[in-house]
């Protein structure tokens, strides 16, 4: 088997079942045309991505937070929040006023 | 005589004051407009006509009550489009996507409140690319918004509707959003001012979550002032989003007017190199001069990641709204899943992607890194300058159907926006000038928390220039 380049090695290849993969991890249905659609779509913007292997980052931190807020707390009093008949009031399905949901398990 | 829908809210605060006109005439005013121009324009989704007048008359009747009511209320009876990503308790909100076609909200956000507390009427929910994901308005479930400058063409994105609406004079300021130019990009294509705060300046409590750790909500306005004045009841703390600081809310308004003398200004050659338009780039050079003219010093600096800064935002964004929209299962508000078009669907599975086992650290830790390097970038150069002065797009406003068979190439659109969202630093978009009758903006950019900087100099540069008079032809 050939060697794999760096770059592969970084930015794999997305093939069609990875697409379906990803689909199904974040619990989207598609049709076969939409995952040839979005394998050569997203394979562009990948590649576009791979642009930032040129910047060296082994010794830079990350900024998740980009103020420099942390340990927020508030004071852990009980605020009014949604009474039951409002939470429910957007859902298409409710039981003895509770959400519906599908079977989770068989 | 100019209509009343086109004054700006300075201008409205003074009328309704001196009994000139009411807050009735204005508010049937901009209603008129809408009904005359909405179905070309599609700027918004839900118009709240019956609460709209009702809530203007009693406007009309506090303010010949209590002459004192416009300065506690500095919104008192000003009509205003709201984004359609903003709660509005009781008003359907949609995000711009069939997947919320019904949601009715059971709160506000912090800002609506906010503006409604001072007196602000909603006039409606604007358009927008589903979900704030777009840079031209053409990916929102409820059809394109179209630039009231030339229907032909985009009015830019995400916040396609509040930016066309407010140049269509329907309401005299509207809210949007920008997570990498969503604001300042429609207001560059649409002729007005539009602010970007600081990151965590304004709440995002109640606003549809696109990239949580980018978010940023603002506003469209007419003038400098009225951004002002809208930041500093947007402004400030709120229990309810742990990102907003306890720092203290100024006065926006003071400083405009306090001219430019001296100041030195920061123009990053990055942001001038391969792709910007000719003609763009001699208008931002025109205001460059303008800037120079009114006494202050431009200085050439440079922001060498600027180029890392689109890519790095095209793995953090996706990866924080695959995350975001995870919670839309349709169970308790909404419509199950199918429902989510193209463009979150391409977002969606790109970030599940890079945030998916084995390529996190290749990608989602890899662009916060390479944000850390770009805000660095930033840091440096305000330690030289006060402001930077860049161009907004690298071209004038593109036409409808133009960019949506190439998502990348959309995506390009904001290559100069991004790196101030990736930085969290804000930025002040102001009309510069116009290609072909199509508007063109530049951007001021500050440090984290100087909108108060950046509205002296955008007051300066709006005083010596006439751009944003000028109202399209309808």
Known sequence: ??????????????TKATVAHVASLANLKLTSQEKAKFQKQLSAILEYIALLNEVKTDKVESTSQVTGQENVFRKDLVEKGLIQDEALSGTKEKHQGRFKIKAIFE | MIELNQLTIKETREGLARKKFSSLELTKDCLAQIKKHNKKINAFITVCEKEALEEAKAADKTISSQSSALSHQPLLGIPIGVKDLYLTKGIKTTAGSKVL????PQYSATVVERLERAGAIIIGKTNLDAWAHGSSGENSDYGATRNPWNLDYV???SSSGSAAALAASMCLAA???????????????????GLKPTYGRVSRYGVVAMASSIDSIGHFSRSVFDAALILNLTAGYDPHDATTPKKEVPDYTKEIGEGVKGLKIGIPSEFFGEGLDDKVKEIVEGAIKKMEELGARIIKISLPHTQYALAAYYIIQPSEVSSNLARYDGIRYGFPREKFADEAKRRIMLGTFALSTGYYEAYYLKAMKVRTLIKKDFDKAFSKVGVILAPVSPTPPFKLGEKVEDPLKMYLSDVLAVPANLAGIPGLTMPA???NGLPIGI??????????????????YEQATDWQQRRPKL
């Open chain 1, 1 to 14: 088997m050939r060697k794999k380049t760096k770059t592969e090695r970084r930015n794999p290849k997305l």
């Open chain 2, 101 to 104: 076609d019904d949601y009715l």
């Open chain 2, 155 to 157: 009015p830019g994105g």
């Open chain 2, 175 to 193: 809210t949007g959003t920008d997570t990498g130019g969503s604001i300042r990009l429609p207001a560059s294509f649409c002729n007005l001012v």
């Open chain 2, 433 to 435: 000038g116009f290609i």
């Open chain 2, 443 to 460: 951007q001021f950019l500050g440090p984290q928390f100087s909108e108060e900087l950046l509205f002296q100099v955008g007051g300066a």
